[in-house]
C-alpha cells in the first residue's frame, strides 16, 4: 500500500518504521498529526515505539521535539523503553533516560524494561538500567517534592489497564475452583423431603 493513500497518522507510523528520517519530518512539519496517536492495529504502538524499536536516535529526537510522550504505552503496557531493551538498543535507553523517561515502568504483567533485556540477554541493557532506574526514582522523587508535574502517566492505559485486570480470572477465583474440584461433587445439605 502506497503512503499517500494512507491517513497522516498511519504515514507517520510507516515512516518511522520504515526509517525514513526526511518524510517523518515532512509528516510532522506539516502539522497534521499528532506524534502520540495509538495504531491499534499495532497494539497501541505510537511512531516512538516504533523508532526506539528500529533503534532510530534521530527519529526519536525529532518526535520528542514534535511532543511525543515517552510514557504512552501499547495495549500490554510496553513503553518505547521496553522495546529498546527488548531490541538492545542502549543509545535509546539512554536518550530515554536523558528525558527523564520512566524507564522503570513495568508493563501489565510487572515486567519493566530491565528485565525485558535480562530475558533477552541485552546485558549492557540489563548494566545501564540497574545504574538508571534508581536515577529515575530518585528524579522521580525529586520532582515531586518541588512539585514539578512529570509526564510519567498515559491516562488511557489506566483505563485500558482497569478493563483487562476485571477481565481476567482473579487468583480467589482460580483458587476457589480449584478447591471445589479437589472436595468433590457437592451434595445438598437438606435431606429432609428425600426418598432414600
Not at 496517536?37 to 527519529?59: C, F, S
Not at 530475558?119 to 540497574?130: R, S, T
Amino acid at each position: 500500500m502506497e503512503l499517500a493513500k494512507m491517513s497522516d497518522m498511519t504515514k507517520l507510523h510507516q515512516a518511522v518504521a520504515a526509517g525514513d528520517y526526511s518524510l517523518v519530518k515532512k509528516i510532522l512539519k506539516k502539522g497534521l498529526c499528532d506524534p502520540n496517536y495509538k495504531d491499534v492495529d499495532w497494539n497501541d504502538r505510537t511512531p516512538l515505539h516504533w523508532a526506539a524499536i528500529k533503534g532510530q536516535m534521530e527519529v526519536i529526537r525529532l518526535l520528542i521535539e514534535y511532543g511525543a510522550r515517552p510514557c504512552l504505552v501499547t495495549s500490554v503496557g510496553w513503553t518505547p523503553a521496553h522495546f529498546a531493551a527488548e531490541a538492545g538498543h542502549l543509545n535509546i535507553l539512554k536518550t530515554l533516560h536523558a528525558l527523564h523517561a520512566a524507564i522503570d515502568a513495568p508493563d501489565f504483567f510487572g515486567d519493566t524494561p530491565k528485565r525485558i533485556a535480562q530475558i533477552y540477554g541485552q546485558k549492557a541493557c540489563v548494566a545501564f538500567l540497574e545504574k538508571a532506574e534508581p536515577e529515575c526514582q530518585d528524579h522521580r522523587c525529586a520532582a515531586q517534592q518541588k512539585g514539578l508535574p512529570l509526564d510519567e502517566r498515559d491516562e488511557d492505559w489506566d483505563a485500558k489497564k482497569r478493563e483487562l485486570e476485571l477481565s481476567l480470572p482473579s487468583l480467589n477465583q482460580n483458587m476457589n475452583k480449584k478447591n471445589k474440584k479437589s472436595r468433590g461433587p457437592t451434595r445438598p445439605s437438606n435431606t429432609k423431603g428425600r426418598r432414600v
